[in-house]
């Protein structure tokens, strides 16, 4: 095991670099706080913990890697049709200052290979978000492979970059359940899921209503449908859990954790909800 203090120090000093650059104070009038995905940045410590990188070098790669992955989710919120114009425009400014932020950080460091790198990752969410928001996929394995994609991408060219792409699968299965687990909180919570909005348009192609008008009968299906692919990834993560070398006890102390997260009994939720 990784001295989990150590891990735990990297993680939270990088963790309020972060923070410093993305809660700008104008920002935060118009828009909600930016959200950082700790887990995301937890794993991208983890795994450059094992490499020969000085920490400036380590702080510097998440750093630009956590920006860029910000302005990401930061431009999904503009879909929400209930954000007013100007929010809905600051919200976009936002993402677009995110990102000029991550190319200045690796312009600096003239890192251009590992720009290459990660604009592959953008490219490939941005392909994946598209495919999924315009409901062009008619396969639910399809949908459920471009939903991992939107969620690992980037870690994943990351890790290409670095060699070490053992941790690929391992990674997609961890983020992509905790997307799935994440939307089914959401549909239950609001009645609106992007991936059940999908899952709909697959399964009850010529049903026109929205997820949360359909029948009881149909919406314990779609919940059967996610429950199938968090039973799925969740044996991945459990078998990597005992497999994959290095990992330190504070990334498995999380993993275990999202993993308690998952309640199966899709009808019980959605009696309930």
């Given amino acids: 095991m990784i001295k989990?203090?150590?891990?735990?120090?990297?993680?939270?000093?990088?963790?309020?670099q972060v923070e410093k650059r993305v809660c700008d104070p104008y920002l935060l009038k118009y828009i909600e706080i930016p959200i950082i995905d700790e887990d995301k940045l937890l794993i991208l410590v983890s795994i450059m913990d094992r490499l020969e990188l000085s920490y400036s070098d380590m702080q510097n790669y998440a750093l630009s890697t956590m920006l860029i992955?910000?302005?990401?989710?930061?431009?999904?919120?503009?879909?929400?049709?209930?954000v007013e114009e100007k929010n809905r425009?600051?919200?976009?400014?936002?993402?677009?200052?995110?990102?000029?932020?991550?190319?200045k950080l690796l312009a600096d460091t003239e890192e251009i290979k590992m720009i290459k790198a990660l604009s592959r990752g953008i490219k490939e969410v941005n392909e994946n978000k598209i495919s999924?928001?315009?409901?062009?996929?008619?396969?639910?394995?399809?949908?459920m492979t471009r939903f991992g994609l939107i969620e690992s991408s980037l870690l994943a060219h990351l890790s290409e970059y670095f060699k070490v792409d053992l941790w690929n699968?391992?990674?997609?299965?961890?983020?992509?359940?905790?997307?799935?687990?994440?939307?089914?909180?959401q549909?239950?919570?609001?009645?609106?899921?992007v991936l059940f909005e999908a899952l709909k348009s697959i399964v009850f192609p010529i049903n026109n209503n929205k997820v949360i008008d359909l029948s009881k009968e149909q919406q314990s299906?779609?919940?059967?449908?996610?429950?199938?692919?968090?039973?799925?990834?969740?044996?991945?993560?459990?078998?990597?859990?005992?497999?994959?070398?290095?990992?330190?006890?504070?990334?498995?102390?999380?993993?275990?954790?999202i993993l308690s997260q998952y309640q199966p009994n899709a009808k019980t939720f959605v009696e309930e909800g």
């Fill in 187 to 193: 549909f239950i919570q609001t009645g609106s899921s």
């Fill in 169 to 185: 699968d391992f990674i997609g299965n961890l983020l992509l359940f905790k997307r799935l687990l994440h939307e089914k909180s």
């Fill in 89 to 103: 425009q600051l919200t976009v400014l936002a993402g677009d200052y995110f990102s000029g932020l991550y190319y």
């Fill in 69 to 82: 992955q910000i302005a990401l989710d930061t431009h999904e919120h503009i879909s929400n049709e209930s």
């Fill in 132 to 143: 999924v928001y315009q409901k062009e996929i008619q396969e639910i394995e399809e949908l």
């Fill in 221 to 257: 299906h779609l919940f059967l449908c996610c429950d199938q692919y968090l039973e799925r990834s969740k044996k991945v993560i459990e078998k990597g859990l005992e497999q994959l070398p290095y990992l330190n006890e504070l990334l498995e102390s999380r993993i275990i954790s």
């Fill in 4 to 16: 989990l203090l150590d891990i735990r120090q990297k993680f939270t000093n990088i963790r309020e």
